[in-house]
């Protein structure tokens, strides 16, 4: 199992205080390109970045740099809007990830509803993976979503793993996580990657070592903020160990 980190909040952290400078500029600290450069050299396997509308927090001149200096896999979250898609075409990262997206959220909640919105994300879908981009759609782990995906040519699917974190007994995690062992299976079935994420930390991703051949965990919230205390390459690689 792969492990990607999404490091958002070191640029959350950096706009706190520079919201303000039109480009980004290496010394508005925390410096981004340096957080990606060590969660390569701890050994992750790829970076995620989230480029919100909004861009509260990645700014667009982040993902230049990201994509031209950094040699890990680059994958990119965004909403199927037409001015993100565009900024997705001309950088062309390795991947992305479509994700649902709403100004008051304060992260994302919630999966895709590809069912309702399958011809709008196959469009999305059909231009992104034209331009040689892995397209993963981010979907709770329900059936009839999967069943959707599938019919969008997505190579890949997250399966967003936020009401299985969130569970606040030992049944409701558990049935949560036979949800998510259930979808697994099904996406694979049909020939998707399947990836997995959001609310996943030191504890609770023990869990996904029992989904059998789930690709890539994405974890970001968790690996940064045990980043404060013990720095972001100790941080990663503890989770490494945790995944491995
Ligand atoms: N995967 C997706 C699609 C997300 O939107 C997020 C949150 O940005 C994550 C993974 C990582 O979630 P967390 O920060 O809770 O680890």
Known sequence: MLLGVNIDHVATIRQARYK??????PWAEPDLLAAARDV???GAHSITVHLREDRRHVQDSDLALLKRKIDLDLNLEMADVPEILRIALKLR???????????????????LDVHRRWRSLRRAVGRLESAGIRTSLFIDPDRWQ??????TGASCVELHTGR???????????????????????ARAGGLQVNAGHGLHYDNVRW???IPLLHTLNIGHSIVSRA???GLRQAVREMLALIR
Request: with cysteine.
């Open 20 to 25: 303000d400078l039109k480009k980004v500029r």
């Open 40 to 42: 390569a050299a701890a």
């Open 93 to 111: 990262p390795d991947e992305v990830c479509l994700v649902p997206e709403h100004r008051q959220e304060v992260t994302t909640e919630g999966g």
């Open 146 to 151: 999967i069943e959707a995906a599938f019919r």
């Open 164 to 186: 299985f974190a969130n569970a606040r007994t030992p049944g409701g995690r558990r049935r949560q996580f036979i949800k998510l062992r259930q979808a697994a299976a099904l």
């Open 208 to 210: 996904m070592r029992r």
């Open 228 to 230: 404060v205390f013990i």
